[in-house]
C-alpha cells in the first residue's frame, strides 16, 4: 500500500499547500500590476483650454506641462496640434503653470510665436526641439532656467527676445540634481540657422556649452557684459 510522504496529499507528486501557495503569490504579483498601471494612467491629467486640450502633471503645488508619451510622438502634450500662436495658459488644474516640461513641444511644427505667462519658471529640456516653424520667442522675466536643447533645430527662428529676470541659460545637466540623462544635451539655440537677433538681459549669469553652436547667421547678440561659459 503506498503511504503519501507526507501524509495529507491524495496525490502522491503534490506537495501539499504549494498549489495555494503558488496561487496566492501569482495573485498578489497581478494586483501590484494593476496598481502600476492604474498609477501609469493616472499619472497625467489632461484639461480643454480654449481649442486644445493640455496633458500636464501635478508637482510641489504647480502644473507642469508634459509630454508623458512613452513611444516619442512628436507634440503629444497639446491636442490638437497647434497652429502659428501657441498661448500657454496661465493654471491647469487649479494650480498655475510653473513649467513647460522636458520635449514638451517636441515637433510641433505649427508653432510660429509663443506667447508664455510670468507663472511660468523653467522652460525643460529640449521643450521646444524641431519647431520648425517658430520665427519668433520672447521668455518672460519670471523664468529662471532655460534647460539644455531648449530651441534646438528651431530652423526658422530668427528673433530671441530674454527679458530681464532670467538668469541661466542651458545649465549643464547634474546627476545629484535628480536629472536622468546620461549625456549634457546639445546647447539651447543649436542648429537654429536663422537666428539672428538675440537679447539677453543683465540678469543672465551664465550662458551652457554649445549654447549657439551652428547658429550660421547669427547677426547680433545683445550681451551687455562679459558672460560666464
Not at 39 to 56: C, D
Not at 159 to 180: C, D, F, H, M, W
Request: charged content about 20%; glycine content about 10%.
Amino acid at each position: 500500500t503506498f503511504v503519501p510522504m507526507l501524509g495529507t496529499s491524495d496525490h502522491p507528486h503534490e506537495v501539499p499547500g504549494l498549489k495555494y501557495r503558488s496561487f496566492k503569490t501569482m495573485r498578489i504579483l497581478f494586483l501590484i500590476f494593476i496598481s502600476m498601471c492604474v498609477a501609469a494612467v493616472s499619472w497625467a491629467e489632461t484639461e480643454k483650454v480654449g481649442h486644445h486640450t493640455w496633458s500636464y502633471v501635478i508637482k510641489d503645488g504647480g502644473s507642469v506641462i508634459s509630454n508623458v508619451s512613452a513611444d516619442n510622438k512628436p507634440c503629444v502634450a497639446i491636442s490638437p496640434e497647434p497652429v502659428g500662436l501657441l498661448k500657454i495658459p496661465k493654471k491647469l488644474g487649479g494650480k498655475p503653470v510653473v513649467a513647460i516640461g522636458d520635449r514638451a513641444f517636441y515637433g510641433c511644427a505649427g508653432i510660429a510665436s509663443v506667447e508664455i505667462p510670468n507663472s511660468i519658471l523653467q522652460i525643460g529640456v529640449n521643450a521646444f526641439e524641431d519647431c520648425t516653424g517658430l520665427k519668433s520667442i520672447t521668455v518672460p522675466g519670471s523664468v529662471q532656467r532655460i534647460d539644455p536643447g531648449a530651441f534646438t533645430g528651431c530652423t526658422k527662428l530668427e528673433k530671441a527676445t530674454l527679458l530681464s529676470g532670467v538668469k541661466i541659460i542651458g545649465p549643464e545637466v547634474n546627476r545629484a540634481a535628480g536629472y536622468q540623462y546620461d549625456a549634457i544635451p546639445d546647447g539651447v539655440f543649436k542648429n537654429c540657422t536663422n537666428l539672428k537677433s538675440i537679447e539677453i538681459p543683465d540678469s543672465v549669469h551664465s550662458v551652457g556649452s554649445g549654447t549657439f553652436v551652428e547658429d550660421r547667421k547669427s547677426g547680433s547678440a545683445g550681451m551687455p557684459r562679459p558672460i560666464s561659459y
